[in-house]
């Protein structure tokens, strides 16, 4: 009973733990995004305001990438599919990794059961 | 619902979630940065890296059945992590984290190399992120930069018996600012013609600051969190790894 009663207050707590940070980081983001959206007026990647500013300013320019999806929605669809793909393949290792018991190790480092 | 089935259900949401920006928001460099010749010499640099870690991958999977799973569950989430875009409110810009601490970590830097090369790759292939040409220099600044300077972080904190969080924190940390760091020499060596080295290269590191800051705190914070959770899920697997010492496990 305790032991189900010190879990129980173990959760409660890492669930307040995790509505404060949600809080937290909701709170920066409506404070400080104004002063974001007004510097540039969008959110460019570190590519395009570091690496290619530059490489321009020094006479490189990018080139059109070798299978080019950046064209509309296509991207929008590669971006889609290879994230529901990388991220099934990530659930479906995770799955095998983690179902069934862990084994335990002893001191020796030898497994008791696996 | 079950810890594994829910687990499974919030990384495909991650992964899902990867797949909604529409304009790139990338760090890699892209296709035709790099002259000729400079896009050469990191392919040179990176070869012996992913030779190593092919045949490391060889090696270890041959007598550990429960590597392959491991490793693949790593290359996803690199693959995931290091096309996921980050706003950073500070600076107003986006951004991503790399992943190869937590793989540098857990799998061990060559091995990590390995899955970061071909994530790079089918990035550069399909998603128009990074670029085939630049492949090289990605490889180094993410997959090998990245992958070493967070596996010797954490083994250099672990020695110095730091808690596991901690030195998890600091090799993410040190994992996504060494990156970075490459990432600027490469572009500078690439770009700055007769110009001196060191004045061009502080300009762009500089640039990456008000980003990569937090992005590298946000890092550190995520790769902590996985050692940590690898720690109460798996110990075993982490003492398989040499990640942990069996009488921490025990302990």
């Known amino acids: 009973m305790k032991r189900g009663a010190k879990s129980m207050d173990s959760g409660s707590k890492t669930k307040q733990c995790l509505f404060l940070c949600a809080a937290i980081i909701l709170l920066s983001f409506s404070l ?11 959110w ?25 999806t950046d064209q509309g929605g296509l991207l929008l669809f590669v971006f889609f599919f290879a994230g529901a793909v990388g991220g099934f393949v990530a659930g479906y290792y995770w799955r095998i990794l983690m179902v069934g018991r862990a084994p335990k190790v002893s001191k020796e480092g030898q497994q008791k059961t696996i | ?38 896009a050469a010499f990191w392919f040179g640099i990176a070869i012996p890296f992913v030779a190593y870690g092919i045949w490391r991958l060889k090696t270890i999977s041959k007598n550990d059945i429960a590597f392959k799973p491991l490793v693949g569950l790593m290359a996803a ?26 793989s540098g970590i857990i799998l061990g830097p060559a091995i990590s190399v390995l899955v970061a090369t071909v994530a790079l790759l089918i990035q550069a292939l399909f998603l128009a992120h990074g670029g085939f040409s630049t492949w090289g220099a990605n490889i180094v600044s993410m997959g090998v930069m990245g992958s070493f300077a967070g596996y010797i972080t954490f083994k250099a904190l672990r020695s110095a018996r730091v808690n596991l969080a901690i030195a998890g924190f600091m090799a993410g940390l040190f994992a996504d600012w060494a990156t970075y760091i490459t990432t600027s020499v490469e572009l500078t060596s690439g770009i700055r013609g007769d110009l001196p080295f060191m004045s061009l290269f502080w ?9 990569q800051l937090p992005l590298g705190v946000l890092e550190g914070a995520m790769t902590a969190g996985v050692v940590v959770l690898l720690q109460k899920k798996r110990p075993d697997l982490l003492v398989r790894m040499k ?4 009488e921490e496990v025990a302990a």
């Open chain 1, 44 to 68: 460019p990647g570190v590519d395009e305001s570091v690496i290619e500013k530059y490489a321009k300013e020094h006479g490189r320019e990018p080139k059109q990438p070798l299978i080019n």
């Open chain 2, 243 to 246: 990640v942990l010492k069996p």
């Open chain 1, 32 to 42: 400080l995004s104004p002063l974001a959206f007004s510097s540039e007026g969008k």
């Open chain 2, 203 to 211: 300009k762009i590191l500089i640039a990456f600051i008000p980003t």
């Open chain 2, 1 to 38: 619902m079950d810890t594994p089935r829910r687990a499974f259900i919030y990384l495909g949401g991650l992964g899902i979630s990867a797949g909604f920006p529409a304009p790139l928001w990338a760090m890699h460099i892209s296709e035709g940065i790099l002259p000729f010749h400079w």
């Open chain 2, 77 to 102: 989430a690199i693959f995931i992590i290091s096309c996921m875009p980050v706003p950073v409110p500070m600076a107003g810009t986006c951004s991503h984290p790399c992943g190869t601490g937590i």
